[in-house]
């Protein structure tokens, strides 16, 4: 059953409580939310005119209060934070920052793969799962099988569940890139759009099996009416493979588990103007806490 529809048999349960929300200050209501945005920086901006800048514009117009940020430059990130008057927390050898305009309470690493810092009481994460064998290209391009690809995403798959078993119990946001779509994504429903193939693609679902909701294909059911492509609104075609059209996908994601975190709006954001500092779109899901 899907989550939305779990909370909703709540509802009744709930409207005892409408007279004092609704005296909530503007304040308190803001203290009772976390807006996170996922966005893979494009090499820390650099493939961009004015790249630094550029980012700051997008992210001050998102919205978003906490950004887990990918294919990051430590001296970008630290800029970015500075620009922003925003926390920042990078660690040396990883690819992945966070910068948050809330207080930063705690931080934590997992050597290789992710950075996590505790905000309002929610650990945000940022990962990035390795880019090597990409599955859309083993099945509209190579045509491989599906041992081949599910072979091919081993890695990824394995990444997945160590960044499940080091998250543990807690309330937990993860948001990152991790190169492969979503086993919600390529159904029998969509199948016409993802070169007549049906995935379950293994690192999604390793996160799925670990108790983690997909905000974006939670608040947005309907994989064919609202695919949410993130990847890529600079490529529409591949050089590599002749010049044929890029698959587009859904590659980047803002995952969540525990307490009482619930994602009440996600959307992706950006690549619709020229001046956009990413090749990826950014995700944005905000949560009640």
Request: hydrophobic residues 35%; charged residues 20%.
């Amino acid at each position: 059953m899907n989550r939305r529809v779990i909370l909703a048999l709540g509802t009744a349960l709930a409207l005892s409580a409408a007279a004092s929300v609704a005296t909530m200050s503007t304040a308190e209501a803001a203290d009772e939310t976390l807006t996170v945005m996922s966005l893979n920086t494009w090499h820390g901006g650099s493939q961009v005119t004015d790249g630094v800048n550029t980012t700051v514009q997008e992210i001050n117009a998102s919205g978003a209060e906490v950004v887990a940020l990918q294919e990051t430059d430590k001296a970008v990130t630290k800029q970015l934070a500075e620009k922003l008057g925003w926390e920042h927390y990078t660690q040396s050898g990883l690819d992945v920052d966070i910068i948050s305009s809330q207080p930063i309470e705690k931080v934590d690493s997992l050597p290789s793969l992710a950075v996590a810092a505790k905000i309002k009481g929610a650990w945000v994460y940022s990962i990035h799962l390795g880019y090597t064998k990409y599955g859309p290209y083993n099945a509209c391009f190579d045509g491989d099988s599906y041992e081949t690809i599910y072979a091919d995403e081993t890695e990824r798959k394995e990444q997945a569940e160590a960044v499940v078993k080091w998250a543990g119990s807690s309330p937990a946001i993860i948001a990152g890139d991790l190169n492969t779509p979503s086993h919600m994504d390529w159904t029998e429903k969509t199948k016409g759009k993802h070169c007549d193939s049906v995935v379950e693609w293994p690192a999604t679902k390793a996160f799925a099996d670990g108790g983690y909701w997909d905000s974006y294909r939670e608040v947005n059911p309907d994989e064919a009416a609202s695919p949410g492509d993130t990847w890529s609104p600079k490529f529409a075609t591949n050089s590599d493979y002749g010049n044929r059209p890029e698959p587009q996908d859904r590659i980047d994601f803002i995952l969540y588990k525990g307490g009482s975190l619930d994602a009440t709006s996600s959307k992706v954001h950006g690549g619709d103007k020229e001046n956009w500092p990413s090749d990826h779109r950014a995700v944005i899901t905000q949560f009640t806490l």
